[in-house]
């Protein structure tokens, strides 16, 4: 039951965020008005969200599984590139907002909100870098890679792959092309990107 309320408080809050960053901006939102609206109190929110960059990257980073998770899983005998690649189509066919390939209304917000906001770009920035010094160390465990340097070069461009194709996969949405007709487009450019990571690094 706890559980329950805390996801309910949790997701109110979300939603009382995007709400009016929709309507305002991300820099023409006070933190306040977003607790009145959600109905709780600052410390509240805070509580659940540390930061205001929290409030719009968290909703869709909360559940995302990291690449270096990907890694660690892979069914045995499949290589570490090899299992990121099926790990971005899946998502592409998911329609992973961190994709870029989802044009309900809430993703929308969410890429129009990053591409306009400098803060929430640095946020993201800082989270993926945490994230890519995770894969490097999973390249190093169980990915087949025994150089520390290499690992680190394989997790950056792994990084920089999804970034590049995330930003042309959301431009398609902001400009009002659907998830679905785009979803080729998204598929060819993704096994482009990784045929083109396979054989130059692993």
């Given at each position: 039951m706890?559980e329950r309320k805390k996801?309910r408080?949790?997701?109110?809050?979300?939603?009382a965020?995007?709400?009016l960053?929709?309507?305002?901006?991300f820099?023409g939102?006070?933190?306040?008005?977003i607790?009145?609206a959600?109905?709780?109190s600052k410390?509240?929110l805070?509580?659940?969200f540390?930061?205001?960059?929290?409030?719009?990257l968290?909703r869709?980073i909360?559940d995302?599984?990291?690449p270096?998770?990907?890694?660690r899983?892979?069914?045995?005998?499949?290589r570490?590139?090899?299992?990121l690649r099926q790990?971005?189509?899946?998502?592409?066919t998911?329609r992973d907002?961190?994709?870029g390939l989802?044009?309900?209304?809430?993703?929308i917000?969410f890429h129009?909100?990053l591409?306009?906001t400098?803060t929430l770009m640095?946020?993201?920035?800082?989270?993926?870098?945490?994230?890519?010094r995770d894969?490097s160390?999973?390249l190093?465990?169980?990915?087949?890679l025994?150089?520390?340097f290499?690992?680190?070069?394989v997790?950056?461009q792994?990084f920089?792959?999804?970034r590049?194709l995330?930003?042309y996969n959301?431009?398609?949405?902001?400009?009002?092309?659907s998830?679905?007709?785009?979803?080729p487009?998204?598929?060819?450019?993704?096994t482009?990107?990784?045929d083109l990571?396979?054989?130059?690094i692993l």
């Open positions: 706890r996801r408080t949790r997701e109110a809050i979300m939603e965020a995007f709400a960053f929709r309507e305002s901006g820099d939102v006070a933190v306040v008005d607790a009145a959600a109905e709780v410390p509240t805070f509580a659940y540390p930061t205001k960059e929290d409030l719009v968290r869709f909360d995302n599984k990291s270096a998770l990907v890694v899983e892979r069914p045995p005998g499949m570490a590139l090899r299992a790990s971005f189509l899946d998502r592409l998911q907002v961190l994709t989802n044009d309900s209304p809430p993703a917000t129009n909100l591409y306009s400098p640095t946020r993201l920035t800082i989270y993926m870098l945490d994230q890519e894969l160390g999973e190093l465990t169980s990915g087949g025994s150089d520390e290499i690992a680190r070069l997790a950056a792994v920089g792959t999804h590049i995330a930003y959301a431009q398609e949405m902001r400009l009002g092309h998830a679905d007709d785009t979803y487009v998204a598929v060819a450019r993704a482009t990107a990784f990571l396979e054989r130059s």
